[in-house]
C-alpha cells in the first residue's frame, strides 16, 4: 500500500498555510471536508474528513423489512438511485435465491443505463460549473446538461411517477412497468441525446482551456488504482478493464453487446473521455434493450400486501453492480426473518475518495476542485 | 443665465454619474437576461412581468436594506475603506470619456493615459479588501488578483497605444476625430490583432471568465468579495460592473469609432452607447463559454504571448505610421 | 497553454487551434442563444403531470356508494418506512372504518409504499404538490383534510389494485396458464 504522499518543496522560509476547503463549499460535491496544506498556491498534504452525511443506513437495513427498504436504498446514491436499489434487491434475490423474469431483468438494464446517461450528464454539468465558475462557461455546460438530464428524468416520472427517489425495485422484479408509448418516447430521447452529446464533445474535446485544465492533472496509476480500490471510471481511465457488467454479468448484460472504454492515461482528461464514451454506449444498450424487450411478468413475487411479506432464508450473499460511479456492492446477512439481520454497503465513492491523497499533493489549489469533479463522489454513498 | 464654468462642470459631472449608476444596473439586467438566453433559460423574470424591468431596483433595495456586517477579526479601517477605494476610480474613469463632440466632463489632452492610469488604481481598493478581511480565502483572491492585473494592464496599455498612435494624439475626442474616415478596427492587421488583444486583455483586466482566477467561486467563493455583504457589496460590484463599461466605452472609443459613422451626429452618442453595450456583450459571450483557467497559466499567457505580441504590434504600428508620415497623409 | 518550442510552425498551428475551439465553444453558445428556453413559468404556467406522477395523498370515498373506503386495517401504518401515518381503526357492525387517521406530510417520503399495500384502494396519490405553506403543523393532515384534499385534485393512476395487478399476472391468467398449462401470459400493463 503506497504511503500518503506529502511533497516537500522546499520554499524555504514560507510558511505553510492550512486551508480547508469545506464541508459547505460550492465545490465539494456534497458535505465533504479536506484540509489542505498549503505552500502559496500549491498544496502539498490533503487530509479528508468525511461522515457530515451519514444517516444509519446499515442500520436502518436491519429496522426495515425488505419490502420497505428499497425506496430508502435509492438514498444511498441519490444522484444514480436505480443503480443502488439494484444492488440491495440483487443481493437479496441472491441470498433467497429467486428468480427474476426476463422482462424484469430487461427494465432493470434500461432504468439503470438510462440513469447511467442522467447521472454522467449531472457529473460533467458539476465538474464544469467547478472548474469554470457559477458564473461563467461552467454554468453553461452545466445547465446544458441538466436541460438534458431532466429529459431523462421525465422517461423516469411516466415510468414510477418520480424523479429523483424511485422506488422502482423490489424483492423478485420490478415495482412498475413500462406504460403505453414509453419506449417510443425513450427511443426519441436517446436519439435527441445523442446528438446533443456531440454538442457537449464540440465544445469540450479539442477547448484548449478546458484541455489545459484537465492534461496532466491528477494522474492514478494503474498500480496505484488496484493498490487503493478504486472502481469505474477511475479504474478504466488508468488502464485497467475492469467493468462489474463484464467481469460478473448480472440481470442479462451478457446478451447485449456494448464495449467497455480503457484509455491510459489516468488524468482527468482521461476519465472524461472515458464517461464520454459510457455516455454513448449507455444509449446503444437502451436500444438494444428496448428492440429485444419481451414479454411477461415483471416480478417473480406477487404484489406487495404485507410488510413482512418477504421472508428470506438463512444466509448471507452479496451482490455488486456498476453504478455510474463505480461498483455498488451490498451485503446481506439473513437469519430467516422479514428484516436482513445484518446489512453493508460497499459504497462506490467512499473507495474512490480514498485515492486522493495520494494525487492531490502537488497541484495547485484549482486542480483540487478538477480532479475531485473528474472523481465524481456523491457523499450519500460515501457516508451512507 | 449663465453660470459660472464651475457650475457647469458640476452639474455635467453630477447628470453623468447618475446616468452611469442607471446605466450600470440595467446593464446588469442585460448581461443577466442574454445569458440566460444562452443556457436556454429566461432571466429575471417575475420582478417587473414579463422581462424583469425591475430587477436592479430589486437588487440595489434589497443590497441597501441590509445588515451592515463588519467581522470582528477584520483590520476595521482597511476594510472599511476598501470599497470606496476600489469604486472611485472605477468611476472616475468616466470622467475623461467624451460622448459626443463637446459633450464630456473633461476631454482632457492626455485623456487615455489618464483612463489607463487611473483605471489601475483599483487593485489597491481590491488588496485591501482581500487583507482587511482578515480571512485566508480574500487574501489568496488579493494576491492572485494583483498578480494577475499587473501582469495584464501592461498589455492592456501597448494595445490601447496603437490607435493613439494611429491617430497621433492622446486627447479621446482627436482620435475619434481621426476615425471619421475610417474605424480603427479596420485597418488591414493592425488594427484587427490590436482589437483581439484588447477584448483579451480586458477580459483579464475585469476577472471575467476565462481569466478570473480571482474570483473563483466554486473555489474561492467570491475571491475578495467574500467577507462583504450589504451596501459595501454594492459597491463592490458596481465598481465591476463600471469598470467594465468603461474599457467598453474605451473600446469602442478607440477601435469602433466613436460616435462617427455613416448616421447624422445626433446619432452620434447613442451610436457610442451601443458599440460599447456591443463590446460588452461580446465580452459576455466569451464568458459564458469557456471554463477558466488556472493562475499560473494565465500568468503564462499574458508573459509569453500576449506581452510580447502587443509589444511587437506597437512597434509595427510605429512602422507604418512613420512610413505614412514620411511619404505624406 | 505551453508552447512546444516548435518554433513559428507549431505556435501557429496551437494558435489556429486555440482560435478553432473557442470559434466552436462561442458558437454553439451562439445556437443556443436562438433556441427556445425551456424554463417553465411556474406558477403562471403549470406542466401536465404524467399519470403516475407521485404527488400528496388523500383518502377516497367509494365511487358508487360514497362511503369512505379506508377500514382501518393499518396496513399503511405498518409498512410506511418513515412512521407517518398513524390510524385508529373503528369497529362497527358490516366494516370496519378508521376513527383518526393523520399522515405528516412534512416528513413523508412519498415512495408510494402505502397506496401499494391498501386493500381496499382508499389511499391514493394526486397528481400536484402544491401545498407550500409557511406553517409545518398545517401539513400534518387529518382525516378530513385527507379527504378534502383527494376531492379537490386529480387522482394520479395508482391505486393499491392496479399496482399489484401489474406486478403481478391478473387471476384469469394464471388460472387459464394453470388450466391449460401454456404460457399465456398477459403482458401487466
Known amino acids: 500500500m503506497p504511503d500518503t504522499q506529502v511533497v516537500e518543496l522546499g520554499y524555504g522560509g514560507n510558511e505553510r498555510l492550512m486551508m480547508n476547503m469545506g464541508p459547505q463549499h460550492p465545490s465539494s460535491h456534497g458535505v465533504f471536508r479536506m484540509i489542505l496544506t498549503l505552500e502559496g498556491e500549491t498544496v502539498v498534504a490533503v487530509d479528508a474528513v468525511i461522515g457530515y452525511l451519514h444517516r444509519c443506513h446499515e442500520k436502518l437495513g436491519e429496522t426495515l423489512t425488505y419490502v420497505q427498504y428499497p425506496s430508502i436504498a435509492s438514498k444511498t446514491d441519490y444522484v444514480a438511485a436505480m443503480t443502488s436499489e439494484l444492488a440491495y434487491v440483487s443481493a437479496v434475490e441472491k441470498v433467497a435465491k429467486l428468480e427474476v423474469p426476463k422482462r424484469a431483468q430487461y427494465l432493470r438494464v434500461i432504468a439503470a443505463e438510462l440513469q447511467r446517461i442522467a447521472s454522467h450528464c449531472l457529473w460533467l454539468g458539476t465538474w464544469c460549473l467547478d472548474m469554470g465558475g457559477a458564473l461563467g462557461g461552467g454554468a453553461t455546460v452545466f445547465l446544458y446538461c441538466i436541460r438534458e438530464r431532466e429529459m431523462i428524468l421525465d422517461l423516469f416520472e411516466e415510468l414510477t411517477g418520480a424523479r429523483l427517489l424511485y422506488g422502482f425495485h423490489q424483492i423478485g422484479g420490478t415495482r412498475y412497468d413500462a406504460p403505453a408509448g414509453w419506449d417510443t418516447k425513450v427511443r426519441a430521447t436517446m436519439d435527441f441525446m445523442a446528438k446533443r452529446i456531440d454538442e457537449y464533445e464540440a465544445m469540450l474535446d479539442r477547448n484548449a482551456f478546458f484541455l489545459v485544465r484537465t492534461q496532466g492533472v491528477g494522474v492514478i496509476s494503474g498500480e496505484l488504482a488496484q493498490a487503493v480500490g478504486v472502481s469505474g471510471p477511475l479504474i478504466r481511465g488508468s488502464g485497467v478493464k475492469y467493468d462489474v457488467r463484464r467481469a460478473e454479468p448480472y440481470s442479462s448484460y451478457q446478451d447485449f453487446d456494448f464495449v467497455v472504454p480503457v484509455e491510459t492515461a489516468g488524468d482527468c482528461y482521461a476519465r472524461y473521455l472515458v464517461r464520454m464514451v459510457e455516455f454513448r454506449e449507455s444509449i446503444r444498450i437502451v436500444r438494444q434493450a428496448l428492440d429485444g424487450l419481451p414479454e411477461g411478468p415483471i416480478s417473480s413475487r406477487p404484489g406487495v400486501k404485507s410488510v413482512g411479506q418477504v421472508r428470506v432464508p438463512k444466509g448471507e450473499g452479496y451482490a455488486r453492480v456498476e453504478g455510474a460511479r463505480g461498483e455498488v456492492g451490498c451485503y446481506i446477512v439473513s437469519d430467516g426473518g422479514p428484516k436482513p439481520y445484518r446489512m453493508k454497503w460497499r459504497g462506490a465513492s467512499f473507495s474512490n475518495l480514498a485515492v486522493l491523497p495520494h494525487i492531490v499533493p502537488g497541484h495547485k489549489v484549482a486542480d483540487v476542485v478538477a480532479i475531485m469533479g473528474s472523481v465524481d463522489p456523491v457523499f450519500g454513498e460515501v457516508d451512507r | ?329 | 497553454m505551453a508552447h512546444n518550442g516548435g518554433g513559428t510552425p507549431g505556435f501557429l498551428r496551437e494558435t489556429g487551434q486555440l482560435v478553432g475551439a473557442v470559434g466552436r465553444a462561442m458558437g454553439i453558445t451562439l445556437r443556443n442563444l436562438f433556441r427556445r428556453p425551456v424554463t417553465v413559468r411556474y406558477p403562471d404556467v403549470k406542466r401536465t403531470y404524467p399519470d403516475r406522477f407521485r404527488g400528496i395523498l388523500a383518502l377516497t370515498y367509494d365511487r358508487e356508494t360514497g362511503e369512505e373506503n379506508c377500514i382501518g386495517c393499518r396496513l399503511c401504518e405498518y409498512i410506511c418506512p418513515p412512521q407517518v401515518i398513524k390510524v385508529e381503526m373503528l369497529k362497527s357492525e358490516k366494516r370496519n372504518y378508521a376513527k383518526t387517521f393523520t399522515l405528516e406530510l412534512y416528513a413523508c417520503e412519498f415512495c408510494e409504499l402505502c397506496v401499494q399495500v391498501c386493500p381496499t384502494d382508499a389511499i391514493i396519490m394526486l397528481r400536484t404538490f402544491d401545498l407550500a405553506t409557511a406553517d409545518r403543523r398545517s401539513m400534518l393532515l387529518d382525516k378530513d383534510r385527507l379527504h378534502a384534499l383527494g376531492m379537490q385534485f386529480e387522482p394520479s393512476w395508482a391505486t393499491g389494485n392496479k399496482l399489484r395487478d401489474m406486478q403481478a399476472p391478473p387471476k384469469p391468467a394464471k388460472a387459464a396458464a394453470e388450466g391449460a398449462k401454456g404460457e399465456a401470459k398477459e403482458p401487466a400493463e
Open chain 2, 1 to 329: 443665465m449663465t453660470l459660472p464654468p464651475v457650475a457647469w462642470h458640476a452639474i455635467e459631472a453630477f447628470v453623468v454619474l447618475n446616468a452611469l449608476l442607471i446605466l450600470v444596473a440595467y446593464v446588469t439586467l442585460l448581461e443577466r437576461k442574454f445569458a440566460a438566453r444562452m443556457q436556454s433559460r429566461i432571466g429575471p423574470y417575475y420582478v417587473g412581468r414579463p422581462h424583469g424591468w425591475l430587477q436592479p431596483i430589486a437588487d440595489a433595495l434589497k443590497l441597501m436594506l441590509k445588515e451592515d456586517i463588519v467581522p470582528t477579526a477584520s483590520d476595521r479601517w482597511v476594510y472599511n475603506l476598501a470599497p470606496i477605494v476600489f469604486l472611485v476610480p472605477c468611476l472616475l474613469i468616466f470622467a475623461t470619456i467624451p460622448f459626443a463632440p463637446e459633450l464630456g466632463v473633461a476631454d482632457l489632452n492626455i485623456g487615455v493615459l489618464f483612463f489607463l492610469a487611473v483605471s489601475s488604481l483599483e487593485i489597491v481598493g481590491l488588496f485591501m479588501g482581500g487583507w482587511g478581511s482578515n480571512n485566508k480565502y480574500a487574501l489568496l483572491s488579493a494576491m492572485r488578483a494583483v498578480n494577475q492585473i499587473i501582469s495584464y494592464d501592461l498589455p492592456f496599455v501597448f494595445v490601447a497605444l496603437v490607435p493613439v498612435l494611429l491617430a497621433g494624439s492622446l486627447q479621446m475626442s482627436a482620435i475619434v476625430a481621426a476615425q471619421q474616415g475610417l474605424w480603427f478596427v479596420a485597418y488591414p492587421v493592425l488594427g484587427q490583432l490590436a482589437f483581439v488583444l484588447f477584448l483579451v486583455a480586458t477580459l483579464a483586466a475585469e476577472n471575467r471568465v476565462p481569466f478570473d482566477i480571482l474570483e473563483a467561486e466554486s473555489e474561492l467563493v467570491a475571491g475578495f468579495r467574500v467577507e462583504y455583504s450589504g451596501m459595501k457589496f454594492a459597491l463592490i460590484q458596481l465598481g465591476e460592473y463600471a469598470h467594465m463599461l468603461g474599457t467598453s466605452f474605451l473600446g469602442a472609443l478607440l477601435f469602433l469609432g466613436g460616435w462617427s459613422g455613416p448616421w447624422p451626429a445626433w446619432f452620434g452618442p447613442i451610436a457610442f452607447l451601443l458599440k460599447a453595450v456591443g463590446i460588452f456583450l461580446l465580452v459576455t459571450w466569451v464568458r459564458w463559454s469557456f471554463v477558466r483557467i488556472r493562475v499560473d497559466q494565465i500568468l503564462a499567457i499574458s508573459w509569453k504571448l500576449l506581452l510580447p505580441a502587443s509589444i511587437v504590434l506597437l512597434l509595427a504600428t510605429g512602422f507604418v505610421v512613420a512610413l505614412r508620415g514620411a511619404g505624406g497623409a
